[in-house]
Every structure is written in structure tokens, then in C-alpha cells.
């Protein structure tokens, strides 16, 4: 007979590397991305024994520093008082389990959804999309958290990932063309969106800046009472149309009902008249540190020093990645107020 510690012993596997490739050749969708066709890494490394390479890129970006930044970065409310409000790492947290619902029903790549969700914001600046309208004239174009969050991993905090991983970050934001090129890709924007918009409504409510009655009736129609309720839904319209399209996408009549909430959000919430002194002080405390930075470039740390960065890149890289308290105290610090 059989000892029980032989039964427990077998009762357990080591997985390896090629073992999960084979899973990922075998069992996704014919339109996932497998990481053995990845375009690879700039600097080529040895495979690991047991992780596939973007488990290994969502490994990494789970332990950088930047991503443990992003615990004291604003969502939207600026230093609330409440300790239920969504931070940047809340949301992050939130796109990468919707992402991972998304990737798992339409059978994509998990572990690859999950890295470029997991990275997609480590390049946000202090105070939201404030900071961004604050750091926008000191670059050509526009300041976007997308394009930092990549030199984050590729420059301040090298990481050696993926293309497929920085492509997916890249190209996040609906406001970046091209798209991302990976479908994981595609569903880290929907899942993005769907996160802000979701537990940015709760926050706004419990902020008693709106209330739902407020909500627009387009988007009542669409996904039904505004709650937990909302999340599933949305899912649920991007796999039904993802699957009849066969590409990851929403249908017209669902993706119009969320850019009507989204307009109503940036009216009613992001861009409400009530906080313009607020963000005004804001945009001032940014840039009176790049400023500082720019001209005291020895007051930069080493490890936002990059070599051949002028002295505006450097400021740019060491305020764009501080926290919202750290911005403030330095401020505070540095003007004796």
C-alpha cells in the first residue's frame, strides 16, 4: 500500500518554461499572442526555466520601485480625506483583474494582459491628469503618462520587458495612435476605461459630487443600475462583440453609451468649475519644482540622471514620478511655506 506522504508527493508538479509555451500553443485563441513569438527583448537574456517571457515582464513590473509609487498617486481626488477613495494603484490593481477576466474569456494571453496592465500607468505624474496639463509645456506636443510610463522601464528603471509589453503600454490610452498591436493590448484600453469610469462614478458619489440619478440615461439603457453590477457588463459587451468581430472591440451602441459617460464624467467631475483654484494650485506646485530642477540639475538624484538627458528631461523624469505628498512636501520644502 501506498504511504500518504507518496500520495502528496505526487499530488504536486514543477512546471517548466517549455511546458507552458506548449499550454499557450495548444489552448489559446488562434489570435493570442504567444510568447514564443515574441519579438523579444533589446538586450537578448537566457529564458528562465519555468516562466514564460511575459510572465517573467509582469514579475518585473510587479516589483519596481515605480510601481510601489503608484500606492500614493491620485486618481482623481486630491488628497482625500476618506480612505476608501481609488489611488493610481487601486485602479491598476482593478484593470488588471478586468483585464484578466477579458483576456480568459476571449482566450488570449493572460500573463501578457496582465504586464501591460499591471505598467500601464507607472509613468503618471503627481495629481492625476492635473499633473499632465502641468508638465505639457515643457515638452513638444503633449506630456503623456503612456510614452513616460515606457521610459520608465526602458531608461530610469530598466527592466529589459518585452516589445510586446512596452507596445502594450505605449498604446493604453484611446488617445494614442497607433493602437497597440497585440489584441492583450487592445483589452488593456477597454479594461482601463472601464475601471475609471466604474469606480470613478463611485468616488464622485461618495464624494456627494454627483449623485446616480445624475447619470446620463444612455448609459443606464446600456449597462443597467450603476454598482458592481456595471463592471460585469461592460465586460461582457467587449467579449460578445470581440467574439463577432472577431478582433477586441465593443459594439457601436455600448462604446457610444460609454463615451457619453465619459463626456458626462469630464463635465460634471474631472473638469468641474468647483475645483479650478485647486487645480490651479496644483499645476503651480509642478511647476515651480521642474523649474527648480531645472536650474539646480545637481539637486537631481542620480537615478533620474540619465546619461545624455539635458537638464529639462532629468527635472521632467524626477517630478513626473513623485508621489503627490512628496511633490507637495518638497514644494513646501523648498519655498518655506
Known sequence: MMEPRDLFARALIRRTRPEAERREHDLLSPAATRSTTSRGRNLPEAPDPFRTAFERDRDRILHSKAFRRLKHKTQVFINPDGDHYVTRLTHTLQVTQIGRSLAVTLGLNESLT?????????????FGHIGESALTPYVVGEWHHAAQSVRVFEVLEPLNLTWEVRDGIRGHSWKIDPPPATPEGMVCRFADRIAYLTHDVDDAVRAGVIQYRDLPGEAIDAFGEPGSAWIGSMIEAVAAASVRRGEVTMDPGHLDAMNVLRDFMFARVYLRPDVD??????????????????THPDQVPDSYRHHG?????????????????????????????
Open 114 to 126: 496582465e504586464a501591460i496592465c499591471l505598467g500601464h500607468d507607472v509613468g503618471h505624474s503627481p
Open 309 to 337: 538627458a539635458d537638464a529639462a528631461t532629468a527635472a521632467i523624469d524626477y517630478v513626473s514620478g513623485m508621489t503627490d505628498r512628496f511633490a507637495i512636501r518638497e514644494h513646501q520644502r523648498l519655498t518655506g511655506s
Open 277 to 294: 483654484d485647486q487645480r490651479d494650485e496644483v499645476i503651480a506646485i509642478v511647476r515651480y519644482l521642474v523649474d527648480h530642477y531645472v
